[in-house]
């Protein structure tokens, strides 16, 4: 199966135009000999990353509050940030042992 001239600068236009569908890509590898394979590449870090990041910042929301509570009542704790790795850590463990 051969693309016809038409059909490739129509393809080229509506690629350019952002505005490209999977089916004609599909078509085009199709012709081309070739498959399509569709892939999502996180920007930064990995996919387990960003499916922690929901909890971590949970965390941080949560532990927050508790330090705002707290110095309402004199009991700041000091490290804050270490309370919020550690627990962090801990609902993340949690979630392994189910």
Not at 72 to 77: H, T
Request: hydrophobic share 35%; proline share 3%; net charge positive.
């Amino acid at each position: 199966m051969r693309a016809s001239g038409q059909a490739i600068q129509q393809f080229e236009r509506t690629e350019v135009e952002d505005r490209i569908t999977l089916r004609s890509r599909r078509r085009v590898a199709g012709t081309m000999g070739c498959e399509l394979v569709y892939v999502l590449v996180p920007k930064s870090g990995s996919f387990a990353e960003l499916a922690k990041e929901p909890i971590r910042e949970q965390v941080a929301r949560d532990v927050k509050s508790l330090v705002h509570t707290m110095a309402l009542e004199d009991q700041k704790p000091e490290n804050a940030t270490q309370l919020t790795k550690d627990e962090a850590q801990r609902r993340l463990n949690h979630g392994k042992t189910r």
